[in-house]
Every structure is written in structure tokens, then in C-alpha cells.
């Protein structure tokens, strides 16, 4: 019974950093004047979230005596805890401070989804079917989701790289145009 509770408010935790990391990261990226860092508070959020899922998974480890990887919600959680250390090793090796903003909200989207759209009697911990009673669901389903793990990570930032293209290349061609208009209005004048 102590291992459910322990599970409700590990989740509830993690909900509630996940949040404050989301709005850190992204106060960061418009208001980077603020007295208080807010890049480094959001970054202090994803390592309490980091720690908290792992906590979370080591608990349903002991209590169901295998992987958590057997349903939808165990996979969730998985997928945001790799999410949740794909972004620290990426913020530690190349100190990008924007990185969170891309990948806060999504470990956000993926825990919210889990814990509130997934019913209650789908997120117990249950006894493994014999398909899945097996030396191969450690490795075959812990690899896969670390590969929709990066991918996930990949196509954010490329997404990223696209909006932040675009937004340099529209701030561009609006003072080339207005460069443009402000001749041509003195050339007929003149």
C-alpha cells in the first residue's frame, strides 16, 4: 500500500516540476533581463524531475518485481524519464539554454497525458502476461523507447532550427522590404 502512495505523490511531484521547468525555460527565452536566472531554475526543476521518475520507476521495480515496461503508463514514464536525461546530458555537454524549452513541454504533454487521461485501474501495476515474461523485455523494450526517446529529441530541435530560421529570415525580409519602400518614397519625391 506504502509503494502506491509513494507512486501518487512521486507523480504529483513530477507533474508539478515539469510545470515550473516548462514556464522557467520558456520566461528564459523572452525575458532573459531578470534579475534571477531563470534558465538555471528550470534546469534545477528537470534534475528534481529527473530524480523523482527515477525514484518512481526503482519503486515500481520493487513492487511488481519486474521491469516497468509491461503497459501503456510504466511506458510513458519511462519514455519521460529518458526525455528527462537525454536533456540533462545534452544541457551538460553543450550548456544550451534554450534546449529545455523544447523538451520541457513535451515530458510535460507525456506526464500529463499518463496521469490524467490513462485510467486509474490501467496505471496499476500488474502481473506480466507470459508473452512479456521474458529475458528480452528489459532490452528490446528499454532500447526502443530510448530510440523514440532521441527521435523525439531530434525532431523537436530540428523543428526548433526551422522556427528560429524562419523568424531570422522574416525579420530579414521585413527591413529589406521597408529599406525598399522608405527609397522608393524619397526617389519619387526627390
Known sequence: ????????????????????????????????????????????????VFISLTVFLVNRWFYSKHLPLSNLYESLMFLSWLLSLIHLVLDLKNKMNWLGSTIAPSVLIIQIYATLCIPKDMQGAAILVPALQSQWLMMHVSLMLLSYATLLC????SLTLLVLIFWKYKNIVESKASYFFIRKKIYIRG
Open 1 to 48: 500500500m506504502i509503494y502506491i502512495t509513494l507512486e501518487q505523490i512521486l507523480t504529483k511531484i513530477c507533474c508539478f516540476f515539469i510545470f515550473l521547468s516548462t514556464i522557467s525555460y520558456w520566461g528564459y527565452l523572452f525575458h532573459k533581463d531578470v534579475f534571477f536566472s531563470l534558465d538555471k531554475i528550470g534546469k534545477g526543476c528537470m534534475i528534481l
Open 154 to 157: 531530434g525532431s523537436l530541435l
